[in-house]
């Protein structure tokens, strides 16, 4: 299980992104303005946002593998970044951690709700997702609104939280596990392609 999540986060992070011919340079601007505008932050950094002068410079210090040259990828401390080179822009953020205990995953989803409020929606109480459109975070409410009227809300971020635990059922209160969390875009995203 625990290879299966760091080959998600691995394959998520580490896509070989290439401009695509799905929009305009104009559009792809604009997608990144909106992204940035919801403010979604992770220890200093902002999804869609551009990197600082000091983040570049741990960016320059902290150097990761990246599988294109159209990307570059760098560790702050714990935290894992994606950007775009030409724009500096922020494509992805997460953080990846092992050997959890239960009461350690339930601390860090509470942090991820002190910082993003509650959670769009959870599954099978492993997973938790928040999910913004353009006017700001859906609430729970309004996703299952547009489930049962099958409309699919215009998501254009995310934050993921998966647990290999379970996260409050008192049955894993001994268990030992992998979790990470995932901050992107996929509609960001989709205008780079896989090759």
Not at 73 to 99: C, H, M, P, S, W
Request: hydrophobic residues 45%; charged residues 20%.
């Amino acid at each position: 299980m625990g290879k299966k999540i760091v080959c998600t986060v691995t394959a998520l992070s580490s896509w070989v992104f290439f401009l695509a011919g799905l929009g305009s340079a104009g559009e792809l601007q604009s997608l990144f303005s909106q992204v940035e505008n919801l403010n979604i932050q992770r220890h200093g950094y902002v999804l869609a946002a551009k990197l600082t002068q000091s983040q570049l410079a741990i960016a320059a210090e902290n150097p990761m593998a990246a599988f294109s040259q159209q990307v570059f990828k760098f560790r702050d401390k714990g935290l894992n970044i994606v950007a775009d080179k030409k724009t500096n822009r922020v494509l992805v953020i997460y953080e990846q951690f092992e050997n959890l205990s239960q009461q350690k995953v339930q601390a860090m989803v509470g942090e991820l709700f002190m910082a993003y409020d509650d959670p769009t929606i959870s599954a099978h109480d492993k997973v938790v997702y928040w999910a913004w459109g353009k006017k700001g975070k859906f609430t729970a409410a309004q996703f299952d609104m547009a489930k049962e009227n099958k409309t699919a809300p215009a998501v254009i971020a995310t934050v993921k939280f998966n647990s290999e635990i379970q996260i409050r059922d008192k049955k894993a209160a001994d268990a030992i596990g992998t979790a990470y969390y995932i901050i992107s875009s996929d509609l960001l995203l989709r205008f780079f392609q896989k090759t």
